[in-house]
């Protein structure tokens, strides 16, 4: 009998409104947590000031390179006479030693058709050495923007092959 009075009891069914409103309950504890996240980043965003750039801290100008000094007597110098104009190397000779170089001879080139000062340097002579003689030499001469390499054979350290004034 209790077996009949199990199965003459209306069933249960399931509220079709519990599967409609959880869901529902999921999808708006979903929206309110976006928004309150994009409330704080909105107000983390709204108190953001940019870094401005100190504008008060002043820059030293560029200071000139300071001048390279060289020791004249450092290396020997020969001085040819390129350019074919008697007593040339001599004037090359009394400029250079008025500014301190140490002058061991002159004497003529192989040729007399030079167009630009030549200088050629053994191995061991200093770029900032022959920069130096560039400088001097070419305030009234023009000078080949190369430095020859010097044959070690050679009895001075530099030579000098001279050219006409510019």
Same mark, same amino acid.
Do not use: C, H, W
């Given at each position: 009998?209790? %077996?009949?009075?199990?199965?003459? $009891? ?24 976006? +928004? ?6 909105? *107000?983390?965003? *709204? ?13 030293? /100008?560029?200071?000139?390179? /300071?001048?390279?000094?060289? %020791? /004249? #007597? $450092?290396?020997? @110098? ?12 001599? $004037? +090359? #000779? ?6 301190? +170089?140490? @002058? ?8 007399? %058709? ?12 200093? $770029?900032? +050495?022959?920069?130096?003689? #560039?400088? @001097? ?9 190369? @430095?020859?390499?010097?044959?070690? %054979? ?13």
């Amino acid at each position: 009998m209790i %077996d009949q009075y199990q199965t003459l $009891q209306p069933k249960k069914q399931k509220s079709k409104i519990g599967l409609i409103l959880g869901p529902l309950a999921i999808i708006i504890v979903l929206v309110v947590v976006y +928004f309150l996240s994009r409330q704080a980043t909105e *107000k983390v965003y *709204k108190n953001f000031k940019p870094i401005e750039p100190d504008t008060s801290a002043t820059i030293a /100008p560029p200071t000139a390179a /300071p001048e390279v000094t060289v %020791d /004249p #007597k $450092q290396y020997s @110098i020969s001085i040819l006479n390129g350019s074919g104009i008697t007593g040339q190397a001599g $004037q +090359f #000779k009394t400029l250079l030693e008025e500014k301190g +170089f140490d @002058i061991k001879s002159t004497a003529n080139a192989d040729k007399e %058709d030079y167009t630009e000062v030549q200088i050629s340097a053994k191995k061991t002579v200093s $770029q900032n +050495f022959t920069n130096e003689l #560039k400088k @001097i030499i070419s305030s009234s001469f023009t000078v080949s923007d190369t @430095i020859e390499e010097l044959s070690e %054979d050679v009895a001075t350290d530099i030579e000098i092959i001279t050219a006409p004034e510019k």
